[in-house]
């Protein structure tokens, strides 16, 4: 009778213990996870308090990356990508991930992930995001 009685305070103990433990260990794979990489066709930037996220030409993966400049909730930097497949222009890709083009601009900003930017120069992109805005 006495254990039924005390189970939802063990159990609510028990969950935060685990959250508590899962805190340390999330930070800790986030740490070792490259600043910059490539997931399915989208270039993830990683920073301490958030991501920006960003696609790559239609079948150009990463060939590398330039020098970064990285805070904790700002990034700015380049990558050199190889030559892209398909019929598909890079433009298209980043509108269609929400990204425009001002008139005359050379630069894409983000809509979605505001005070973030793209701009494809050859086969290069330097991008910037600062979380702040």
């Not at 103990?13 to 800790?28: D, E, K, N, Q």
């Not at 894409?108 to 930017?117: D, F, V």
């Amino acid at each position: 009778m006495k254990i039924k009685r005390h189970l939802p305070v063990a159990m609510v103990a028990g969950m935060f213990v685990i959250i508590i433990a899962a805190i340390p260990l999330h930070s800790y794979w986030r740490s070792r996870q490259p600043a910059v990489s490539e997931s399915r066709g989208m270039v993830v930037c990683r920073m301490k308090y958030c991501d920006f996220r960003f696609p790559l030409p239609p079948g150009a993966p990463i060939a590398s990356v330039g020098p970064l400049t990285i805070g904790p909730d700002t990034i700015t930097g380049s990558i050199v990508h190889s030559s892209a497949t398909g019929t598909v222009t890079y433009d298209a890709v980043l509108r269609q991930h929400g990204f425009s083009f001002k008139p005359g601009a050379a630069m894409a900003t983000s809509s979605e992930q505001p005070g973030g930017w793209v701009q494809p120069v050859g086969d290069q992109i330097h991008f910037s995001y600062f979380g702040d805005l």
